[in-house]
């Protein structure tokens, strides 16, 4: 029992020694632990507030500090790169955002086809070995203009194609289309995610519009009215259209100097017209209806049949420039390639 | 008409960088503060923004220029400031006749204002008073300790502010020796008594340490004056978490006493009839037999 005695007394010395970690409180602090925040409910103490200002503010900051600590100290820890870190929930004081929360961008039109057909986009390499210059040109960015000056030093000029026109200002402009149609699509696909309407024809706003913009807008708000601009008076200096490019030109007829022969013989022309009619046969489409008829019905065949078999098809009487992949060893004359030897032949699949 | 014309991509890649770290997030960065004085500014408070600058470094910009601004009158310069410097937290300081030492807080939703309260600073006693001291960027411990902080509906918005303001970076785990630094707020009736103290833990008896305190500043009494509070909509509205940011239960997921994790996986039905297994020459149907197979099929 001597032993016993002993370890009470030393745990008793202990405790003397260390001040306690223990708070009492009339009601308990409600805490957030996620934010590391305490809230203390109870009454101050407005007298000792008054006398021993800082040092009351003290006492109470430790107490509540204390029994936040002690709440911390009994969360589940964790080691994080050689330390050891307490893990906190989350916060339960909700506090309002920044910025209010990202929405999904829209899809360009491109975008949107893409999803639909199952369109995915493919990885490609940076650059591409080029035989003509032994080297790898990068598909776009730095050093692609340069190696591609050098490739194109000399430009072919294609059989049917004008000899005195500049072929390399006629790449120039191509490439310079290439450029402003992609801006110009890309304008649209942010008009269309901002929902901003855009007007079809006429009138781009832009920060100086020239006199011929000009001249189109005051004819285009000339002819805006529901008469297209019958009554409109005209405006001082205003000048006279050359053409009316936006209204189309209105026929006038006039129904009084019509004699009865003309009249008679415009209506026979009607009725003949339209009892006339007679069945065009389209041939080519006639044949790919068949076509399109037979592949359904093997394909059709081919889903109820469980085994899987081999690709064999019928022999059909169809011509083979309707067919493709079709096992006719006929040899193709329509398109052969003229301009540049390197395929032979051009489009579908290769025969030997 | 709508113009297109300011519809600009940017050039650099360094601008196409700031743009998109402007741009909304779902799990949000630090909110800034932006320090700024009134027409005049007294000591007082220039010694309050240039410490209460101190302790939210590194997210907050200082700007010692003079504006001609009354908050609560007019406050698009606010937001301009706030806006030209990605900030959503402001400091306003200045002092005049009508209202000296007047301190306002605030904050911005979408860069507009959401509330902002105005103190009216009583008394003040800076850092350089206090011999204590604490590394940059601890994050606070925040205390608030009076009835009223509850009782009273304006001190509960305003307790919300100041958590905000104060609060630093959202953590998910936190390293219990470096809990350096707690802020205390305390209401009384007519005072608001903010006080900030260095931790200093101390060996106990039991397996929780002894907290001590330290006094480090600023020590600040305010008196709360004006205040302006979001309409329960838009405060609704910037409480709002992301579809993203709310964490879905895991399912069939268990972990084990001995801590091994154990999945439950659901397979459909696999045909093994119809499977596709190697191709060879051998096993392939000559022209004939299919044409067997095929006819039989029609006839069936």
């Known amino acids: 029992m001597d032993i016993l005695e002993d370890i009470l007394q030393k745990e008793a010395k202990k405790s003397e020694k260390y001040k306690t970690t223990d708070v ?75 910025k209010p929360c990202p929405k999904p961008k829209p899809l360009t039109k491109w975008q949107e ?19 003509i210059v032994q080297k790898w040109i990068p598909r776009f960015g730095y050093k692609k203009a340069e190696l591609e000056r050098q490739k194109d030093w000399v430009l072919e000029v ?23 149609k992609n801006e110009f699509q890309r304008l649209r696909n942010i008009a269309k995610a901002k929902k901003i309407k855009v007007p079809k024809e006429g009138l781009p706003s832009v920060a100086n519009p020239s006199s011929d913009l000009l001249n189109t807008a005051a004819k285009v708000a000339r002819v805006s009215t529901a008469s297209l601009g019958k009554f409109q008076p005209k405006l001082p200096k205003e000048k006279t259209l050359k053409e009316n490019v936006i209204a189309p030109k209105r026929v006038k ?26 069945p065009k046969l389209d041939i080519e489409k006639a044949v790919n209806r068949q076509v399109f008829q037979e592949q359904h019905e093997r394909s059709e065949e081919k889903k109820t049949q469980k085994s899987k078999g081999g690709k064999k098809r019928r022999k059909t009487s169809i011509p083979s420039k309707a067919r493709k992949g079709g096992k006719i060893s006929k040899p193709r004359v329509g398109k052969v390639n003229t301009k540049k030897g390197k395929g032979g032949v051009g489009g579908g699949r290769k025969r030997r | ?51 209460l600058y101190k302790l939210s470094k590194p997210h907050a910009v200082i700007l010692s220029r003079k504006n001609d601004i009354l908050p609560f009158e007019n406050i698009v310069p606010v937001e301009n400031l706030c806006r030209n410097n990605d900030a959503s937290l402001f400091f306003f ?13 605030g904050r911005l939703f979408d860069g507009r204002l959401l509330d902002m309260v105005e103190f009216c600073i009583n008394d003040y006693k800076s850092f350089d008073q206090f011999t204590a001291s604490i590394p940059a960027e601890t994050k606070p411990c925040l205390v608030f300790s009076g009835e009223l902080w509850e009782q009273s509906q304006e001190l509960a918005k ?7 303001v104060f609060r630093g970076e959202v953590i998910d785990a936190v390293r219990l020796q470096g809990l350096e630094h707690v802020i205390m707020f305390t209401a009384t009736n007519d005072n608001i008594l903010m006080r900030s103290y260095q931790i200093q833990l101390k060996k106990s ?96």
């Not at chain 2, 113009?3 to 949000?28: D, M, N, W, Y």
Request: glycine share 4%; net charge positive; aromatic share 2%.
């Open chain 2, 93 to 105: 300081s200045t002092t005049n006749k009508k209202r000296p030492n007047s301190l306002t807080i």
């Open chain 1, 158 to 180: 294609p059989g049917n194609a004008d000899p005195m026109e500049d072929q390399f200002a006629k790449k120039a402009e191509k490439k310079k289309e290439k450029v402003s």
């Open chain 1, 24 to 98: 009492e409180k009339n009601v308990e602090l409600e805490l957030d632990l996620g934010n590391l925040l305490a809230l203390d409910t109870n009454d101050l103490n407005l007298q000792e507030l008054k006398s021993h200002k800082e040092k009351y503010l003290l006492n109470l900051a430790r107490d509540n500090t204390q029994l936040l600590l002690n709440k911390l100290w009994d969360l589940p820890s964790e080691r994080r790169e050689d330390i050891v870190v307490a893990k906190l929930p989350a916060g339960t004081l909700r506090l309002p955002r920044e």
């Open chain 1, 113 to 131: 086809y893409a999803l639909e057909k199952g369109i995915k986009k493919k990885k490609k390499t940076n650059a591409v070995w080029d035989d």
């Open chain 1, 253 to 278: 007829r006039d129904h009084s100097k019509i004699s009865s022969i003309d009249e008679k013989s415009s209506h026979l022309k009607i009725i003949d017209s339209i009892l006339g009619k007679k």
């Open chain 2, 205 to 300: 008896s039991t397996k929780l340490p002894r907290v001590e305190l330290e006094d480090l500043g600023p020590h600040i009494d305010m008196v709360l004056k004006r205040t302006k509070f979001a309409s329960e909509d838009l405060m609704k509205r910037a409480c709002r978490t992301p579809q993203e940011a709310k964490s879905k239960p895991k399912k069939n997921v268990s972990k084990d006493a001995l801590g091994t994790t154990h999945g439950r996986i659901h397979m459909g039905k696999q045909k093994v009839g119809t499977i596709q297994t190697r191709k060879m020459k051998g096993l392939k149907k000559t022209a004939a037999e299919k044409r067997v197979a095929r006819k039989s099929k029609k006839a069936n």
């Open chain 2, 1 to 51: 008409m709508p113009s297109l014309q300011r519809v600009q991509k940017p050039t650099t890649r360094k601008g196409k960088k700031i743009l998109l770290a402007k741009e909304p997030k779902v799990f949000e960065d630090v909110k800034k503060k932006l320090f700024l004085t009134g027409r005049k500014a007294s000591e007082v408070l220039r010694n309050c923004s240039k410490d």
């Open chain 2, 158 to 164: 305003v307790k919300s502010l100041l958590v905000d």
